[in-house]
Structures are given as C-alpha cells and as structure tokens.
C-alpha cells in the first residue's frame, strides 16, 4: 500500500513507457502452466472412474482448446466485420468453456460419472486462521521479508 501511495504522489506511473510487456507476459505465462498442470492433474484422475469418463474428459478440454484457439483465430481475420471479430476474440475463450460444461449432459454422455472438483461445503479460509491479517500480530522482520515480493506486485 505504501508503495502505491509513493507511486501516486511521484507521479511515477509516467515511467511506464520504459517498461516492457515482458513481465505481464511472464506473469501470464505463470499462470497458463499453473492452469495446464491443474488441468492435467484433473484428467489423470479421471482414469480412476473408467475409460469412457477418461476419454470424455480428454474430448471435452481438446473441444474446449481448438474452439478457443478458432475464435483467436477468427478474431483475426476477415471473415466477418469488425464488432464480430472482437467478440470472438474477446469471449471466445469463456464461450467455449460454458458450452463444453454442458455438452457432457448430452446424448450418452449424460451417464457416464466424470470426477468433479473438490470443494468445501462452506465458504471460509483453507487454513485454520481469520479472513483479516491482524498486522499488530506481525513482526518487523516479516515486514522488512515482504518488501522484495511487494516491489514485484507493485511492478506487475
């Protein structure tokens, strides 16, 4: 927060121009393979309901990946005017995930038990702790710890 605050008092989103997409394109990069894995890790366990849930998750995320990438593509090029093309490329990637989430309800494919998420039944912390960071309770070597990490995500 402090070092928000200094960036707005020195003005110093000005020298933005000297930065370059690199580490947004990192960052996303970061967060594509975290999704990949988790991604992977959800179909390998598919195997353990069966062949047909396996081979059904499979088809979903390949439907899932070349519908998105077709919007991607179709949003560049100029098969349709302009307005269209931005939608495809903007929602075609969530469009693709919300019409493939229900295609396994279709035909045959509404018997076959694919695994699911785990989720809680309530909405609270993962850990056994509050939902506030009470900073009274943090020391000053915790502090000096987080600078590093908070100069990264005040770059980002």
């Not at 008092?9 to 947004?24: D, E, H, L, Y």
């Not at 302009?82 to 035909?107: A, E, M, N, W």
């Not at 785990?118 to 987080?146: C, K, N, Y």
Request: aromatic residues 16%; charged residues 10%.
């Amino acid at each position: 927060m402090l070092m928000h605050f200094a960036i707005a008092i020195t003005n110093a989103c000005n020298a933005i121009k000297w930065v370059t997409r690199f580490s947004c394109d990192i960052f996303g990069f970061y967060v594509a393979f975290i999704y990949l894995q988790k991604g992977i890790q959800v179909l390998s366990l598919q195997w353990r309901t069966g062949d047909a849930a396996a081979y059904l998750s499979i088809s979903i995320s390949l439907l899932v990946l070349m519908f998105g990438y077709a919007c991607s593509w179709l949003g560049n090029s100029n098969l349709f005017r302009h307005p269209v093309r931005v939608f495809l490329k903007d929602y075609g990637t969530p469009l693709s995930i919300v019409c493939f989430t229900g295609y396994q309800y279709l035909g045959k494919m509404k018997h076959i038990d694919l695994e699911k998420l785990p989720v809680s039944q309530a909405f609270s912390p993962t850990m056994e702790r509050g939902w506030l960071v009470h900073f009274w309770d943090i020391s000053v070597g915790q502090v000096f710890l987080a600078i590093p990490f908070a100069l990264l995500l005040t770059i980002l």
